[in-house]
């Protein structure tokens, strides 16, 4: 059933398939190295969109008080029962819907045999509410998460973050959407209701058993491990019956590690009109658009010229991606029925974004994404072992985390995620610039960082340009290998400890992370 991804490595290689330790790590890992990324072939097993697209049910904030997280069992494929995380019973989260300003204020309980934390991705929420890598809950434990959404509207979501544990929670399936509305937006009377769907993706890989297969090999960790099988919240190649009209999609993509170039299978335009931190100024069309993990996409869809047509969307191959963007393959069917008579008008401007000039920034910080690490002398500190460790424990994740062993195999600057270590220190308040920098790297990093939205200013080298989710506000940026992306931001007033990370949840597992202190 299941196929693996494998990369085809050329050159000076052969030590790489017989040993799984530094000395692979010196040849895989830099910048110049010999992996032949054209020979990634990864499967993906494409079914018949035969089961309705679920949606997590949306959380009763007025009647609720409590949540936990557990595992359960739930049927993905069929015939076959899968050991899930969720924070009800099943896979992913219920669903947050709430208004600017309304507080949440719930006791968490982990359920879990693991630590875990929440992280509220996109929300600005104090240090202490945010899901710091080693502020956890331990099993049987509970956290009171109190904090309130003073923001912008907008397809946010909640995560685990627990210090070299991410990657397998998330893999397990904790994951969920929380969604801001605001009256900015009420005001667009964008299509609601039935027309209004949000849904994450997430690949997969499974064992016969049914249950998720997460062992990812060095070289899964340090690509990122790609799944074969396509679920959308939480299923395998659903449908979801829409009208012939206007339809707005909130889309997250949850995978680990996966970056996919959304298009319909008709070839029709779409409109984007949000990216992660809520709307753009303007609609932008376009035909396909890349979305990497963590980051979201609200778009407008019209189906009025399809009734009772199928289309899906799916993802189309594109260039520049290292191993990524190989193969096409199809994600959601969209079953379309008759036209509707409601009548809607691409609004021309969607919101008020004040652009931040760059001149207003007192500071510009740099961050080298390239793991210029790997030929430096930041294999010092590594632990590694001369095999591959994680395919031992399995999917029972032991208490060290899965990718702990492969502590250093990322990094930032050359240094590796320490949760000890304060690495950048920010005044509260102030305008700086970012600048990501993986004009030297072979590999996919999305960076984010917590407790601050960003605007791009600019994109070098790559695709020398910005998409339509980076011209508004947004949490989560694309460099692909050969871009450098400058970002801007006035940080908040929330003084105390964030991490700035690689969404690749294996590389930010791996050391792709760091800790910057506002004071
Ligand atoms: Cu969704 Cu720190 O991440
Ligand atoms: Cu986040
Ligand atoms: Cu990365």
């Known amino acids: 059933m299941q196929r693996k991804k494998f990369i085809k490595l050329t050159g000076a290689t052969g030590v790489f ?100 934390n929440i992280h509220w991705h ?58 801001v509305r605001d009256e900015e937006e009420a005001a667009l009377k964008l299509p609601n209701g039935d027309s209004e769907i949000a849904f994450v993706i997430l690949d997969r890989r499974f064992k016969s058993s049914g249950d998720f297969d997460y062992t990812p090999t060095n070289e899964e960790v340090m690509t990122g491990f790609f799944g074969d099988y396509i679920l959308v919240n939480g299923a395998y190649n659903p449908y979801k019956i829409v009208k012939a009209g206007w ?90 029925g008759e036209k509707t008579n409601e009548p809607f008008t691409l609004p021309t401007t969607l919101s008020a974004i004040e652009k931040i000039n760059p001149s207003a ?13 790997m030929h430096g002398g930041g294999m010092m500190n590594i632990k590694m072992d001369t095999e591959d460790t994680t395919s031992k424990t399995g999917s029972n994740m032991g208490e060290k985390g899965m990718n702990k062993m492969k502590m250093g195999m990322h990094s930032i600057n050359g240094i590796a995620y320490d949760a000890a270590v304060i690495n950048e220190t920010v005044t509260a308040g102030a305008t700086e610039i970012w600048e990501f920098d993986n004009s030297k790297g072979i590999e996919i990093h999305p960076m984010h960082f917590h407790g601050n939205h960003f605007q791009v200013l600019e994109r070098k080298g790559g695709r020398g340009r910005l998409i339509a989710t980076e011209k508004g506000w947004t949490d989560t940026v694309l460099l692909l290998p050969g871009e450098k992306v400058n970002v801007i931001t006035t940080f908040s007033q929330l003084k105390g400890k964030y991490v700035l990370h690689c969404h690749n949840l294996e590389h930010e597992d791996s050391g792709m992370m760091l800790n910057f202190e506002m004071v």
């Open 361 to 373: 920034a007192t500071k510009t910080r740099t961050f080298d994404n390239s793991n210029a690490s």
């Open 122 to 179: 996109g929300l600005i929420v104090p240090s202490k509410m945010d899901g710091f890598p080693s502020a956890v809950t331990a099993p049987g434990s509970t956290f009171q998460y109190q904090f309130s959404v003073n923001q912008r509207a907008g397809t946010y979501w909640y995560h685990p973050h627990p210090d070299g544990l991410t990657a397998g929670q998330v893999m397990q399936g904790l994951a969920g959407f929380f969604i």
């Open 17 to 116: 398939t017989m040993f799984g330790g530094t000395a692979w790590l010196l040849q895989s890992c830099n910048g110049q190295n010999n992996m032949d990324m054209s020979a990634n072939s990864i499967k993906i097993m494409q079914g018949y969109f035969s089961t309705p697209l679920p949606s997590p049910p949306a959380f009763d904030l007025k009647n609720t008080t409590a949540f936990e997280t557990k595992q359960t069992q739930v049927e993905i494929l069929k015939g076959k029962k899968t050991n899930v995380y969720g924070y009800y019973d099943g896979v992913l989260g219920k669903t947050f819907v709430v208004n600017k300003g309304d507080v949440i204020n719930l006791q968490f309980t982990n359920s879990l045999q693991q630590a875990t």
């Open 247 to 336: 339809n707005r999609l909130r889309i997250i993509n949850g995978s680990n590690a996966e970056v996919y170039n959304l298009a319909f299978s008709n070839g029709q335009n779409f409109a984007v009109i949000g990216s992660d931190a809520g709307l753009l100024a303007a609609p932008e069309t376009v035909n396909d658009m890349l979305i990497s993990p963590g980051e979201r996409i609200n778009m407008l869809v019209d189906f009025s010229n399809s009734a009772n047509k199928e289309i899906f969307l799916q993802s189309k191959t594109f260039d520049g991606g290292g191993v990524q963007g190989k193969e096409a393959f199809k994600i959601l069917k969209f079953a379309i």
